[in-house]
Nanobody
Framework: VQLQASGGGLVQAGGSLRLSCAAP???????????MGWYRQAPGKQRELVAT???????TYSDSVKGRFTISRDNSRKTVSLRMNSLKPDDTAVYFC?????????WGQGTQVTVSS
């Protein structure tokens, strides 16, 4: 699965951003069968899980973003989105989307999110 992430940018603390990850070259039936996720990596830190949404729509969130971020998917458009509200400077990172099916994992290129204080 080839993934294309977009939507990053610079925002002030308290603001919002919406990230999107598309799989335009993947057929619908393949995309819908994948679990999707967003991860992030801040400078000098390891990549960490932000949120996931399973193929049947079950969502999970890291404690640090719970209540502020919302992950969703639109299988008909082959996209997964991450709505980020009440952003904090600690949310500054490169955000990556991934697709997982069994042992197969695909990563998109990162998109930079910078939150100024």
């Amino acid at each position: 699965v080839q993934l294309q992430a977009s939507g990053g940018g610079l925002v002030q603390a308290g603001g919002s951003l919406r990230l999107s990850c598309a799989a335009p070259r993947t057929i619908f039936s393949v995309f819908s069968g994948h679990d999707m996720g967003w991860y992030r990596q801040a400078p000098g830190k390891q990549r960490e899980l932000v949120a996931t949404i399973s193929s049947n729509g079950i969502t999970t969130y890291s404690d640090s973003v719970k209540g502020r971020f919302t992950i969703s998917r639109d299988n008909s458009r082959k996209t997964v989105s991450l709505r980020m509200n009440s952003l904090k400077p600690d949310d500054t990172a490169v955000y990556f989307c991934n697709a997982k099916q069994g042992e197969l994992v695909s990563w998109g290129q990162g998109t930079q999110v910078t939150v100024s204080s």
